[in-house]
Nanobody, 122 residues
Framework: QVQLVESGGGLVQAGGSLRLSCAASGRSRGSYMMAWFRQAPGKEREFVAAVSWSGGYTYYTDSVKGRFTISRDNAKNTVYLQMNSLKPEDTAVYYC???????????????WGQGTQVTVSS
């Protein structure tokens, strides 16, 4: 079992920045992908970004490219999401997730955090 705890969400004005963190604990076998998803009210959960075990490979959904940066610190078992130039449409609950291999599909992720709310005001 892997436990994931997100933090760093909050209320920010459009154009502002936030940094999300997700700390992982528990047992995991081998290397794994860490990712961020988000879910806005009335919408399905969507992929935001993912990072490989080494940190050498990153993946982003088109709407956040150039604004968000995902990174990880394996010594701390933590993944980060730096979010800059935030827009009202970024408002959602952001979830951290872990998978055995790279994927943008939520169904491939085995463990999930409880989520952290990000609200961007216009």
């Amino acid at each position: 079992q892997v436990q994931l705890v997100e933090s760093g969400g909050g209320l920010v004005q459009a154009g502002g920045s936030l940094r999300l963190s997700c700390a992982a604990s528990g047992r995991s076998r081998g290397s794994y992908m860490m990712a961020w998803f988000r879910q806005a009210p009335g919408k399905e959960r969507e992929f935001v970004a993912a990072v490989s075990w080494s940190g050498g490979y990153t993946y982003y959904t088109d709407s956040v490219k150039g604004r968000f940066t995902i990174s990880r610190d394996n010594a701390k078992n933590t993944v980060y999401l730096q979010m800059n130039s935030l827009k009202p449409e970024d408002t959602a609950v952001y979830y951290c997730a872990v998978a055995a291999r790279a994927s943008t599909s939520s169904g491939q992720y085995d463990y999930w955090g409880q989520g952290t709310q990000v609200t961007v005001s216009s």
